[in-house]
């Protein structure tokens, strides 16, 4: 019988914040790294994007951004960029629901990503003020306000300019209930985006401590208003005075959803269900917490933003660590194999052969979803990212007032010294 496949995205989850991938001291994936004992976990995953709309096409389109049309995060794409997208033949949910799957999001599906799915969760942003909010052009003026004007208009209206969020306990009950009215004679496909461990962390308590970067002390540091701007609102969501409270707070919603993970696949396999499901747990992207001197935000193509975690579980395979250069357009192309079907044409490559030691390929390809015009080449030490207009849409910050940069990945892996000869004086 053909294997379930359950995929979750975990929102803005670094390696870097995971002891899984043993760099992070506080253990707060204590069921994702048991998950992991009998996966595969990919050291060297990459997203084809740093902003979600962007990775999460890529993911489904099994193509980077360059090719299936659509660069740029929501409101902030081109009109080109839809027509573009709508004329890509493969699309990951609905390749599976032809084949006979259940095709089912427990995630509020909106734009394009409701495609192909029989069975998703609606959200109603189609009346009042919700319904103005939710359009393009207003979005836009809602990150620009200056903070103060920001802060008067949450206590005012007390609704979330971004989509309504559902908590991880949520998305995991909902979830559960869909798999017990399924169909056992059809095998499904059931997708879940996870929000909670994205800014501002919104399914755990606040965690009140001191710490030297205080937000005074990180805007002394900022030179771009709009930057100190997008900073000072930042903070106000959380009602944080430190970067080390905010960061208490995000590996709490971590560990948060590592919680609801464990209780997803203890009834999965209480039913049952494990031994015949492909599980995959991901990133759409990272986020910067001062690095670059960015904050609470995606852009610049660096390390921070698109290095993101990726266990596939896939019955009766050998679990292993892989060390081969892979990307988020990679697993719509793994699962095509397994299906046994070649005959695609997309940019992702099965992740099969790296579990024989094999490399898939020499370089990845990334684009900054955030400003008009940055792309990234990175290979295993090397990378370079060439940018024509470097100013982040959502936080303001110029990421690099130079046209091209490239870092020794090796000698130094975070980013600091720009080694292109073009900006050298």
Request: proline share 4%; with cysteine; hydrophobic share 35%.
């Amino acid at each position: 019988m053909r294997p379930n496949i359950i995929m979750i995205i975990s929102d803005a989850l670094r390696p870097r914040d995971m002891s899984l991938y043993q760099t992070c001291l506080r253990e707060v994936d204590k069921n994702i790294k048991h998950i992991a004992q009998e996966s595969w976990v990919f050291e060297n995953n990459f997203t084809a994007s740093n902003a979600s709309d962007p990775s999460v096409t890529s993911l489904f389109s099994g193509k980077i951004p360059q090719n299936n049309g659509f660069v740029h995060q929501h409101p902030y794409e081109k009109k080109e960029e839809i027509s573009k997208l709508k004329k890509n033949v493969f699309w990951l949910p609905l390749y599976l629901q032809r084949k006979g799957y259940h095709t089912i999001s427990s995630t509020p599906a909106h734009l394009w990503f409701k495609k192909g799915f029989e069975d998703f969760s609606g959200r109603d942003d189609s009346r009042g003020i919700k319904r103005i909010l939710n359009l393009s052009f207003m979005k836009k003026i809602l990150l620009a306000l200056p903070k103060n004007i920001y802060g008067l208009g949450k206590k005012m209206t007390k609704i979330r300019a971004s989509p309504t969020f559902h908590s991880a306990k949520e998305i995991i009950k909902l979830s559960i209930s869909k798999i017990k009215k399924l169909d056992k004679s059809r095998p499904f496909f059931m997708f879940m985006h996870l929000t909670d461990t994205h800014y501002p962390y919104a399914s755990v308590k606040k965690t009140k401590v001191g710490g030297k970067n205080s937000v005074n002390k990180i805007l002394e540091k900022i030179r771009e208003s709009s930057q100190k701007e997008y900073i000072r609102k930042r903070f106000y969501d959380l009602s944080a005075q430190s970067l080390e409270e905010i960061k208490i707070t995000r590996d709490n919603s971590i560990k948060y959803v590592d919680e609801q993970i464990g209780i997803f696949t203890s009834f999965l396999k209480k039913k049952k269900l494990w031994k015949n499901t492909i599980f995959i747990i991901l990133s759409d992207h990272g986020d910067n917490f001062g690095e670059h001197e960015t904050y609470f935000c995606r852009g610049g193509l660096y390390e921070t933003s698109i290095h993101t975690p990726l266990i596939i579980r896939i019955p009766r395979t050998d679990p292993g660590r892989i060390n081969a250069l892979t990307q988020n357009i990679d697993i719509a192309a793994t699962l095509l194999e397994i299906l046994g079907d070649s005959t695609q044409k997309i940019d992702g490559k099965s992740l099969l052969p790296t579990v024989k030691g094999q490399e898939i390929r020499k370089k990845i390809f990334i684009s900054d979803g955030f400003c008009n015009s940055r792309f990234a080449t990175r290979t295993k030490t090397k990378k370079i990212i060439e940018s024509k207009e470097g100013k982040c849409y959502i936080c303001g910050a110029f990421h690099n007032t130079s046209q091209k940069e490239e870092y020794n990945l090796k000698s130094d892996p975070e980013e600091l010294k720009n080694i292109n000869k073009e900006n050298a004086k």
